[in-house]
């Protein structure tokens, strides 16, 4: 079974909420990609859209958008998701993970792109109470 923390912004507000997503519902988004838009049932959150943005593995190596699959890679990176340079025209090799979210995913970012009837901090504090 796979257990994932999801991290939701609220582009409204600007805040991020966290939630613990396991069970069928973590199974579901197995295989999902970065850009994916999921209903926001998966996360305890009925009428809502929420829109998978990036996330990373048990040991912190973020997900890529432009690397396809479910595995890990050392890639040559310049300025971009996984490195930052200190000085222009730096390249650097640096272990990245795939666009698909795996068993081996521990967090999804997630955006919400379309509101339900209630703000999010109530959707959310609802489930956990």
Known sequence: MADFKAVIADPKTGKCYSKTVSGHHANSLVGKRIGDEIDGIFVG???????????????????????????????????????????????????????????????????VVKYGSKTVEDALAEKEA
């Open 45 to 111: 959150m009925p009428g809502f859209k929420l829109k998978i943005t990036g996330g990373s593995d048990s040991q912190g190596f973020s997900m890529r958008r432009d690397f396809p699959g479910m595995r890990r890679k050392k890639l040559l990176l310049a300025y971009s998701t996984g490195f930052r340079p200190t000085h222009p025209g730096v390249r650097k090799r640096r272990t990245a993970r795939g666009n698909t979210i795996g068993t081996d995913i521990s967090q999804i970012n997630l955006r």
